[in-house]
């Protein structure tokens, strides 16, 4: 219970109004929906991004008579500085957070209707991933003398070997890695499936150099912590986020739309230009469903027009 109220009164920086309305709302999350303590977590820095650009404290009248255009424009500005997925937490997350303000009275009218939901077409994007130099020339800006860069090569090492998602190498145990047998397991993600893999030389070595000499002596089982105390595993996606960019930047590569999603992608496109087949793909990425992968199998155009041969000229 002592680990909740920390949770509940995590944001003591924050202005006193929005504090006791988050604290509630995170009460009302454990009690009614069961919500994870990570879970709570989530929709408050969502609910506080959408508070702050109110500018009008929950006790003012002002917010109880919010509109729609408000709650729209606000959704549709974030939209527009945003990836699809963060996109879909924010919808989420604001209209239950909406749905909590409009049964506790904090506004007159259920807002959440006002949250519009962006159409977005399946495979209707190519997927877009690193390049190899682009790889090669952030790891050469590791400093692996150091605590932190032994265990920021391992995680790029293990982005880029085996196209893993930040969770579950945010998720990655001790246990998971199988020293004897040169294996390492990565825990299923979005329903898919375990993913087993062979312990690469390269991947294993980088690993162990950070357990012996970067890792701190914690009681933690997660194999990443954190480089500065209190010690403890990498609980959020931006703390991979920020290793990818911080590399990026310091190889003066364009980190715009670069993510640790994008060593993913990368993988894939390796595998499908080695000729391995989509099923082939799709047990390495650990996805249940092989329609899942299809989006692999779209063509690059920007490729193409490489190869593509010039248009014959008219002969008379």
Not at 183 to 202: D, N, R, Y
Not at 240 to 254: E, F, K, L, S
Request: overall charge positive.
């Amino acid at each position: 219970m002592a680990s909740r109220k920390k949770l509940f009164d995590s944001c003591g920086s924050w202005q006193s109004p929005n504090r006791v309305l988050l604290n509630r709302y995170a009460e009302w999350m454990v009690i009614f929906r069961n919500s994870s303590d990570e879970s709570v977590r989530k929709h408050r820095r969502y609910a506080m991004l959408f508070l702050e650009s109110l500018k009008v404290a929950p006790t003012e009248e002002k917010f109880k008579e919010l509109s729609y255009d408000c709650v729209e424009a606000f959704y549709l500005e974030y939209c527009g500085s945003h990836g699809d997925a963060s996109r879909e937490q924010m919808r989420a997350i604001l209209r239950t957070f909406l749905r909590f303000c409009y049964t506790e009275s904090y506004v007159r009218r259920d807002l959440s209707i006002a949250v519009p939901t962006i159409r977005k077409y399946r495979l209707a994007t190519v997927p877009h991933g690193i390049a190899e130099d682009d790889v090669h020339r952030m790891m050469e800006h590791v400093d692996r003398k150091s605590r932190s860069g032994r265990r920021d090569y391992a995680i790029m090492q293990l982005l880029y070997t085996y196209g893993v998602r930040s969770k579950q190498l945010r998720n990655l145990r001790l246990s998971d890695i199988n020293w004897r047998k040169s294996e390492i397991q990565f825990a299923s993600m979005k329903f898919g499936k375990a993913v087993s893999q062979p312990l690469t030389s390269c991947v294993g070595e980088s690993i162990l150099d950070y357990l012996q000499h970067g890792r701190p002596n914690t009681h933690f089982t997660e194999v990443f912590l954190t480089a500065q105390r209190p010690y403890r595993p990498l609980g959020h996606a931006s703390s991979v986020c920020n290793i990818v960019y911080r590399y990026a930047r310091a190889a003066g590569i364009n980190s715009q739309k670069l993510s640790p999603h994008t060593f993913r992608h990368a993988f894939a496109k390796r595998m499908l230009q080695q000729g391995d087949s989509l099923k082939e793909i799709a047990d390495m990425l650990g996805h249940r469903r092989l329609q899942t992968t299809f989006i692999y199998s779209k063509v690059d155009f920007q490729n193409l027009n490489e190869v593509a041969l010039e248009w014959p000229e008219d002969t008379p």
